[in-house]
């Protein structure tokens, strides 16, 4: 279990805890989210053209009642918030790797 603070662009932070809660090594890593983040998420590692690629998907949610009351109306600068700090996790990853990002795929 980890505590996380993540801060973004826009004046706020999330925190929330990280339990790890399946690992198939090499392959897959799980876990849940709890807190100010609600959810699962999933880490899945491959290979693709002698290439080590990672993929992280997580389905979770925010609790804080303030965020969800205001979401309708904010959506827009949530998104582009959400994907500032993405890819501020995807370069602090890659960076800590000595590895290079790559284009997403869908």
């Given at each position: 279990r980890h505590?996380?603070?993540?801060?973004?662009?826009?004046?706020?932070r999330l925190?929330?805890?990280?339990?790890?809660?399946?690992?198939?090594?090499?392959?897959?890593?799980q876990g849940r989210a709890e807190g100010e983040l609600a959810g699962s998420g999933c880490?899945?590692?491959?290979?693709s053209g002698g290439l080590c690629t990672v993929r992280y998907d997580w389905a979770v949610q925010t609790t804080q009642l303030w965020?969800?009351?205001?979401?309708?109306?904010a959506r827009p600068a949530f998104a582009w918030n959400h994907d500032v700090v993405m890819a501020w996790g995807g370069e602090g990853l890659a960076s800590l790797l000595s590895a290079h990002l790559l284009p997403e795929t869908a």
């Amino acid at each position: 279990r980890h505590r996380y603070t993540w801060k973004s662009k826009i004046p706020y932070r999330l925190r929330f805890d990280m339990e790890t809660t399946h690992i198939d090594p090499y392959r897959r890593l799980q876990g849940r989210a709890e807190g100010e983040l609600a959810g699962s998420g999933c880490w899945t590692f491959g290979e693709s053209g002698g290439l080590c690629t990672v993929r992280y998907d997580w389905a979770v949610q925010t609790t804080q009642l303030w965020m969800n009351l205001l979401a309708p109306l904010a959506r827009p600068a949530f998104a582009w918030n959400h994907d500032v700090v993405m890819a501020w996790g995807g370069e602090g990853l890659a960076s800590l790797l000595s590895a290079h990002l790559l284009p997403e795929t869908a």
